[in-house]
């Protein structure tokens, strides 16, 4: 049986959404500054940290209200350094996990005329020493004055502290896809943490659109160049160092035609092909340095050959590894790489039918068990950082070994839920005395007392969206803010 991650204790705050919320929480961003917030940076950490943590505390809950835009399928919640996200259509919003300084607002597009259809989860990277958020939007430009409606992917870099541009680049999808031609959703995405650069595969808006780019393309941006690039008929599941890596296939039965390719970023070109001889190939997730992907073709007699390959992103190699599972197609696995050297990959994203383990230096599998285990029930895995995979079960969160697979017992707490104003942090920095339980217009009531598995994680802590209760009919999600405390 896994381990339940303890509730050491809850801490009495909330905050509603900037933006997105009611009078409680107004942030102070204006159009002119590029949606940010003034916030002042803090001089050194002051929030606890545990690399990874072991166990959590809520520590804030955030009300969002029901808007015509938003909706509980498109909001995300995010973790990037000391700052916990909310990202929907119209923006994203970040709160420091300690209080420190104002909450931000980052809006989605400046434009009125801009029609924001899908946005990326939020993304966390380092440029220049610091932690950004990264994020994308794909949308419409309805035009101005006499130019024409396009489609494009409009990716932000913001500083995760203050909210402010670190960078932005708008992918037009004009001369891949056609006059007016553009996407709908976000089907995939990686990032690379060490250059910034992220792969969103987009899928096409109608049949124009996927005549020319694929029922699914990739668009690549780098922050540094400032240059975006289209790959047509590639859905990504990688990037590293300027290189994709994804897969192309008709996704149809018994076309064989599923092969993973190896593309440059910058220029769209692909460099290396590996038929897999699959019927479908979808992109499963990527870790620090390859990609995941998973295939499947009929094999007769109620038989199906369900694999999963690693895909070594520098060099194109690939390991494939069959799945324990012939009875039912479970092409669906999802993968989470630790930001080190393990990933873990499940056939969904509610558990399933099968969860593996892989060394992500080799590709090769190193731990797993299906859903026929007579002792142990697949989790359905919400994150994973630094040799740590964080999973919910039915009846608790658990934490897991990401190198082998075996349950892993929370960490003892520290000595205080939370830092009190004027402590010091596990970081040997003061602590400031902002309470996170009543800044920013808080309300903990808001929050179920059911802690759940964190769906982002940094050392400072982990996010997640709760359903709204009882009457709370004007908010279409709660997102909870966890500080660690072990």
């Known amino acids: 049986m896994q381990r339940p ?7 009495t705050a909330v905050v509603l959404l900037a933006g997105c919320s009611g009078s409680g929480d107004k942030s102070d961003s204006t159009p002119g500054s590029g949606g940010s917030a003034t916030a002042t940076a803090p001089s050194a950490p002051t929030a606890a940290s545990f690399d990874p943590p072991k166990a959590f505390v809520a520590m804030s809950a955030f009300g969002v209200e029901r808007t015509a835009k938003d909706n509980q ?24 996990i300690a209080a420190q300084g104002k909450p931000w607002t980052a809006p989605s597009a400046a434009a009125s005329t801009t029609e924001t259809l899908d ?25 101005q004055g006499t130019q ?16 402010k541009k670190v960078a932005e680049v708008t992918a037009d999808l004009t001369p891949a896809l056609g006059a007016g031609q553009g996407g709908d959703n976000v089907v995939s995405q990686a990032y690379d943490a060490a250059t910034g650069q992220i792969v969103v595969g987009v899928g096409a808006a109608g049949e124009e659109a996927a005549k020319k780019g694929g029922e699914v393309f990739t668009v690549y941006a780098d922050p540094k160049t400032q240059k975006s690039t289209v790959i047509p008929f590639v859905t990504p599941a990688g990037v590293l160092n300027g290189v994709v890596a994804g897969a192309k296939g008709s996704n149809q039965e018994g076309a064989a035609d599923g092969t993973i390719v190896i593309a440059d970023g910058t220029t769209g070109k692909i460099t290396k092909q590996t038929p897999t001889k699959q019927d479908y190939l979808n992109a499963a997730g990527s870790g620090s340095q390859r990609a995941y992907l998973a295939s499947n073709s ?60 892989f060394d992500d230096t080799s ?13 142990r029930v697949i989790p359905a895995v919400t994150a994973a950082l630094h040799g740590i995979v964080y999973a919910q079960t039915e009846a608790q969160p658990v934490l897991m070994d990401a190198a082998t697979g075996g349950d892993v017992p929370t960490g003892t707490p520290a000595s205080s839920s939370k830092p009190s104003a004027g402590s010091t942090s596990a970081d040997g920095a003061p602590a400031q005395g902002n309470d996170p339980a009543s800044a920013n217009g808080s309300d ?12 982002a994680v940094t050392r400072y802590g982990g996010a997640y969206l709760q359903a709204p209760s009882g009457s709370n009919y004007d908010l279409q999600s709660i997102l909870i803010a966890l500080a660690p405390t072990a």
């Open 5 to 11: 991650m303890a509730v050491v204790g809850v801490a």
């Open 73 to 96: 399928y498109t909001l995300q919640a995010g973790m990037v350094g000391q700052t916990s996200l909310i990202a929907g259509l119209t923006g994203v919003t970040g709160r420091n």
């Open 119 to 143: 946005v990326s989860a939020p993304m966390g990277v380092q440029l220049d020493g610091k932690d950004v958020v990264a994020i994308a939007y794909v949308q419409n430009d309805k035009g």
């Open 148 to 163: 024409k409606a396009k489609g494009q992917v409009v990716f932000q870099w913001l500083n995760a502290t203050d909210g």
């Open 298 to 357: 009929y094999a007769g007699n109620d038989k199906y050959n369900n694999a999963l390959y690693s895909v070594d992103i520098a060099s194109g190699a690939v390991v494939q590894t069959k799945s324990q599972v012939v009875d039912e197609q479970v092409s669906t696995f999802t993968c989470w790489g630790d930001q080190a050297k393990a990933v873990v990959c499940t056939s969904g994203e509610s558990g399933g039918k099968e969860i593996i383990g």
């Open 363 to 375: 590709g090769k599998k190193t731990w797993g068990y299906t859903d026929k285990s007579a002792s």
């Open 444 to 455: 903990m009531s808001l929050y179920d007392g059911k802690l759940k598995s964190p769906t």
